[in-house]
C-alpha cells in the first residue's frame, strides 16, 4: 500500500509561482509512474500532469503546458509540480496520484492510489 501525502499549497498571487511536493511512504514510487490533478470548486477532477518512473516523459494539460513543470526524486520518494505565471483559474485543490504501472496516464481512472489534496489559491 501506498500513502501519499501533499503539500506547500497556499496562497499566491496571479502571475507568481509555487511549487508543491507529493511525499510517498510505505512502498517505494520508483516503479510508478506519477500525477498530478486538480479540482476546482464545484468541478470536476481534471488531469494536470504526469510522469513516468524514471522521469524519462512528461504529459501536460493544455491549460498548463508551458508553466508548470513535474519532476521527480526517486531518492526521495517524492514528486513536485512548479507552477509559474499562476491565473486565477488555477485556484483548485490539487492531488499527488500513483499507479501501479511505469507509464503515465491521462486519465484519473488509471491512477491507483490518491493523496489527500493541497489547496493552491491564485488571487487576481
Known amino acids: 500500500q501506498v500513502q501519499l501525502v501533499e503539500s506547500g499549497g497556499g496562497l499566491v498571487q496571479a502571475g507568481g509561482s509555487l511549487r508543491i511536493s507529493c511525499a510517498g511512504s510505505?512502498?517505494?514510487?520508483?516503479?510508478?509512474?506519477m500525477g498530478w490533478f486538480r479540482q476546482a470548486s464545484g468541478k470536476e477532477r481534471e488531469f494536470v500532469a504526469a510522469i513516468t518512473y524514471r522521469g524519462g516523459s512528461t504529459n501536460y494539460a493544455d491549460s498548463v503546458r508551458g508553466r508548470f513543470t513535474i519532476s521527480r526524486d526517486n531518492a526521495k520518494n517524492a514528486v513536485y509540480l512548479q507552477m509559474n505565471s499562476l491565473k486565477t483559474e488555477d485556484t483548485a485543490v490539487y492531488f499527488c496520484?500513483?499507479?501501479?504501472?511505469?507509464?503515465?496516464?491521462?486519465?484519473?481512472?488509471?491512477?491507483?492510489?490518491w493523496g489527500q489534496g493541497t489547496q493552491v489559491t491564485v488571487s487576481s
Open positions: 496520484a500513483a499507479r501501479r504501472s511505469r507509464w503515465t496516464a491521462l486519465s484519473r481512472n488509471d491512477y491507483d492510489y
Open positions: 510505505g512502498r517505494t514510487l520508483s516503479d510508478s509512474a
